[in-house]
T-cell receptor, first 109, second 112 residues
């Protein structure tokens, strides 16, 4: 059974810092990996989707990488802003979607 | 498209009552997922459908839980009888062939 782990569980940084969130998974036979953002009391918003054949995807200040062989993905956030404060979840898809527990990010003004 | 639509947004019910959660996936998506989110356990996959057929229901916690997808545009998750420990946020997500998942806003269930 696929297990997804996210480190750190929580992160607090001052505004403007660049930061990296980590996601690891145990079964490398995945179709894709997806990063989501969840605001308190809200649903999940898809940020980036990386297909298994891809190494990275970029959207604005966000960059996600995928190393399937080592079972790792990172989400890089450049020049963090208070509006980036949320919980970030990664999910891996190998016939179903399994989520990590998330990283709760706080960006302080 | 309005996205994945879940109803109700909030449900408060008494222990022992039947609860039905509803989901309308995005038109054209052929996979549908039901998740439960709690503080203790995070997001757990309950069941998923592919082309209206249940593929994996191993995440359904007990026989009190059942899910149906009678057609491509509608799915239900039913809990009968409900218990306080079922209190959680239940999410529905749909995915096209490209497998990018889109989530609904969730149903917050409170069983008292």
């Amino acid at each position: 059974k696929q297990e997804v782990t996210q480190i750190p569980a929580a992160l607090s940084v001052p505004e403007g810092e660049n930061l990296v969130l980590n996601c690891s998974f145990t079964d490398s036979a995945i179709y894709n990996l997806q990063w989501f953002r969840q605001d308190p009391g809200k649903g999940l918003t898809s940020l980036l989707l990386i297909q298994s054949s891809q190494r990275e995807q970029t959207s604005g200040r966000l960059n996600a990488s995928l190393d399937k062989s080592s079972g790792r993905s990172t989400l890089y956030i450049a020049a963090s802003q208070p509006g980036d404060s949320a919980t970030y979840l990664c999910a891996v898809d190998n016939n179903d979607m399994r989520f990590g527990a998330g990283t709760r990010l706080t960006v302080k003004p | 498209d309005a996205g994945v639509i879940q109803s109700p947004r909030h449900e408060v019910t008494e222990m022992g009552q039947e609860v039905t959660l509803r989901c309308k996936p995005i038109s054209g998506h052929n996979s549908l997922f039901w998740y439960r989110q709690t503080m203790m356990r995070g997001l757990e996959l309950l069941i998923y459908f592919n082309n209206n057929v249940p593929i994996d229901d191993s995440g359904m916690p007990e026989d009190r839980f059942s899910a149906k997808m009678p057609n491509a545009s509608f799915s239900t998750l039913k809990i009968q009888p409900s218990e306080p420990r079922d209190s959680a946020v239940y999410f529905c997500a749909s995915s096209p062939t490209a497998r990018e998942a889109f989530f609904g806003q969730g149903t917050r269930l409170t069983v008292v």
